[in-house]
Nanobody, 118 residues
Framework: QVQLVESGGGLVQPGGSLRLSCAAS????????MGWYRQAPGKQRELVAA???????NYADSVKGRFTISRDIAENTMYLQMNSLKPEDTAVYYC????????????WGQGTQVTVSS
């Protein structure tokens, strides 16, 4: 089992920055992958950025060059630094973790709201 707790969301003006945090209840070094997803009203949940245990990183095209995913293994925390925010980035952002043992186990945080508006 993995519990994930997000923080750092809020209201920001276009062009501003926010940093999201995802604290895990166990060593993230043991996880096969972690990532950030988002879901805007009326839309499907989509992948924003992911980091695998191999340190391979993947970004959605819409956030490349603006968002940076990182992790602090000692703190069991994953981050998403979001710069040059746009109104279309407005969504609930979810932390995700995958642990593969005898099966694929997916874990989700409760979500944190990010609103980009003037």
């Amino acid at each position: 089992q993995v519990q994930l707790v997000e923080s750092g969301g809020g209201l920001v003006q276009p062009g501003g920055s926010l940093r999201l945090s995802c604290a895990a209840s166990r060593s993230i070094f043991s996880l096969n992958g972690m990532g950030w997803y988002r879901q805007a009203p009326g839309k499907q949940r989509e992948l924003v950025a992911a980091i695998l245990s191999t340190s391979f990183i993947n970004y959605a095209d819409s956030v490349k060059g603006r968002f940076t995913i990182s992790r602090d293994i000692a703190e069991n925390t994953m981050y998403l630094q979001m710069n040059s925010l746009k109104p279309e980035d407005t969504a609930v952002y979810y932390c995700h973790a995958r642990l593969i043992d005898s099966d694929y186990n997916d874990y989700w945080g409760q979500g944190t709201q990010v609103t980009v508006s003037s």
